[in-house]
Each structure stands twice: as structure tokens, then as C-alpha cells.
């Protein structure tokens, strides 16, 4: 179910309405914003056979589904780190026939973004010569890494950060959570529809995300040495388990981004990450803060040194006096 890009869905039904859709779309946002679950419902009104993504017609069906015979779907081999050239060639392969059952064929790429460099370029002359009846959909977290020429060739459509309320409103109606459960989650998500279905379905992922901000709040009050130690401990993690790393910081990142919002006095989101403490800090020090962490997250995936990149971090950002952490909230 599409959580909060709603408008995504009214833009597709009105180009095609109007004869003026795109042969492809790039969907971009943070990872578990819905770039996916968004690429899906779009593939639902193309091949709606009210061109409405109506949900009941064979086709709105077979897509909910995910077996419609016009649709493909590409995505991330589970044990690799990009796709290969290989199943690029094997999802293009057949794209210039004429569809089965629609009016046309819908080919979505999730995480474009992490295509191999002949991956990227085998995509490209599709791209460039699109065959007719084909819409191509490509979802990307960073789309600075994928080719200029793609980018350019495709009409982005950038999602935002849901509300609270919404993600709230969602849990509460569709997956029958607590209103007192939802509301905590739906503000530790920090705008996420994905990562707070997957944190009601595993809790133990809510403990993770105030466990680091519990970290973040003590590596503020620590020596330079403990702050070496940290970022030495997460570099080790790096060669096996990187998305973990990245993980870590885009939790850092939401905590600074909260504590400056309600230091400007527009959020108290800040408060679910263990981050009262940070009150303490001027506003300027926040700021410097997130935008250092957001640097470093951008340095590490163009592949910085993960131990340089992470102690710099760390002994940079300001120290605060030792003062005692409240407990972590039982579940």
C-alpha cells in the first residue's frame, strides 16, 4: 500500500489522461521512504485497464500480485552489492515485443542506483531508444551514482518524508497497532512508511534505533580516545557488514536533524533518541554536526576510508559535560 505519496499516483493518472506520460520515471528518497511500494502503484495505473489503478480489474489485481505478465521487476541480488551485467541483459531481454495482455509493459529497477558500471551502461541504450509501450521505473536512494545520462533522460519524481500522523494513521488502520504504539513508532520512523511497518513487525529494531541514539549521546559526553575507539569498532564492521555502518549514521543523522528542528523550535521528535542532553548545544554546533555526518555518509558510499572517514567524524563533533542517561524505555 502506498504510504503518503499520494500525489505520485494523481501525476501518473493525469499524464496518461492527458497523452503526455514519460517513457521513464526515476523515483528518489531515503531508504524505507516507499520508492518501491510508489514504483508499484504507478505500475497499477499504467496498466490499469481504466488507466486509474482501480484494484479491481484483472490487471490491478496480477500487479498487486506481482505477476503480471507486462510487468518486470529488477532488484538487488541478496548476496551482492550491485547488479550484475547478467540480469540486466536477462530482465531487457524481450523488452521491444509487443505486451500480453495490456496496452503497454512495465519495467521497474529498484535501487538503480546500485547497478555495476556495465549494468548501468547495458540500461542506457535502452534508455536512450526506448522501445514503444514501454514506461521504465527506477528507484534510487543516491542517484548521484547513477549516469548523468540516465538521470537526464528520465523524469524524477522526488518522495519526501511522510508525516507522523500518516504513517500513525496507517498502523493503527491497516495493521491494527496500538494508537499509543503507532504514535512511538510512526515518530521514531522520522518520516520512513518502510521502517516503521518493519519495526512493528520486528520490535527489537525500535530498541536498536534508541540504542543509538543512546550511543550518539554518550559519545558526546566521551574522551577523544573513547571516541576513537567507537569509530575504530564500527570501521571493523565496515568490510563485512557496510550497510550496518550506513545504518548507524543515517540514525545519527535523523537525531542531529531532530535536535536542530527542535532547537528552532519546530519538532520534539528529538526526545525518542536519547538526545535531551544535546539542549545544552548551540544551534550552530548542531548544524555543523549534521551536515559533518551527512558528509562523511556521502564519503563512505563513494568508498573514503571507513577509519579516517569515522574518527574524523567523531572528533569533530562538540563534547558535552558527563551528566547521567535516562534508562532506555522498556517494551
Known amino acids: 500500500m502506498n504510504i503518503g505519496h499520494e500525489w505520485v499516483i494523481d501525476f501518473i493518472r493525469r499524464v496518461l489522461a492527458e497523452g503526455r506520460a514519460h517513457h521513464a520515471y526515476l523515483l528518489t528518497g531515503p531508504t524505507h521512504v516507499g520508492k518501491l511500494t510508489t ?31 507486462d510487468l518486470r521487476i529488477l532488484e538487488l541480488p541478496a548476496d551482492r552489492r550491485t547488479i550484475p551485467i547478467r540480469d540486466v541483459h536477462e530482465f531487457t531481454q524481450g523488452i521491444a515485443l509487443k505486451p500480453l495482455e495490456a496496452e503497454r509493459k512495465v519495467y521497474i ?11 548501468a551502461n547495458a540500461l542506457l541504450k535502452t534508455i536512450e531508444e526506448p522501445p514503444p509501450a514501454v514506461t521504465l521505473l527506477l528507484t534510487a536512494t543516491d542517484p548521484a551514482r547513477l549516469l548523468p545520462t540516465v538521470v537526464s533522460r528520465c523524469h524524477r519524481l522526488s518522495l519526501r518524508r ?3 500522523e500518516v504513517i ?13 504504539q503507532a504514535r512511538t513508532i510512526a515518530e521514531l520512523s522520522h518520516g520512513l512508511p518502510g521502517w516503521a511497518i518493519l519495526a512493528q513487525q520486528q520490535p527489537e529494531i525500535q530498541d536498536e534505533q534508541r540504542q543509538r541514539g543512546r550511543d550518539l549521546a554518550e559519545l558526546l559526553q566521551s574522551s ?20 550496518q555502518v550506513l545504518d548507524v ?32 548545544l548551540d ?49
Open 283 to 331: 544551534l550552530a554546533d548542531v548544524r555543523t554536526a549534521l551536515a559533518a555526518t551527512l558528509d562523511t555518509l556521502e564519503a563512505l558510499k563513494a568508498n573514503a576510508h571507513p577509519r579516517l572517514a569515522l574518527e574524523s567524524l567523531l572528533l569533530l563533533w562538540p563534547r558535552l559535560p558527563i551528566q547521567p542517561l535516562p534508562a532506555l524505555p522498556s517494551r
Open 39 to 69: 514504483a508499484l502503484a504507478m505500475a497499477q495505473v499504467l496498466l490499469c485497464e481504466k488507466q486509474t489503478g482501480c484494484g479491481q480489474c484483472r490487471h490491478c489485481q496480477l500487479v498487486g500480485r506481482r505477476i503480471h505478465p
Open 249 to 280: 549514521l543515517e540514525i545519527w543523522i535523523d537525531a542531529w536533524r531532530g535536535l536542530a528542528l527542535s532547537k528552532a523550535g519546530l519538532t520534539g521528535q528529538w526526545q525518542n533518541l536519547d538526545l535531551t542532553s544535546g539542549q545544552s
Open 109 to 119: 529497477i529498484d535501487s538503480a542506483d546500485l547497478l555495476s558500471e556495465d549494468g
Open 162 to 164: 511522510v508525516p507522523a
Open 168 to 180: 500513525q494513521e496507517h498502523l493503527t488502520a491497516n495493521l491494527a497497532v496500538d494508537a499509543s
Open 224 to 243: 577523544r580516545l573513547d571516541r576513537l575507539k567507537y569509530a575504530d569498532t564500527l570501521a571493523d564492521r565496515w568490510s563485512g557488514h557496510n550497510e
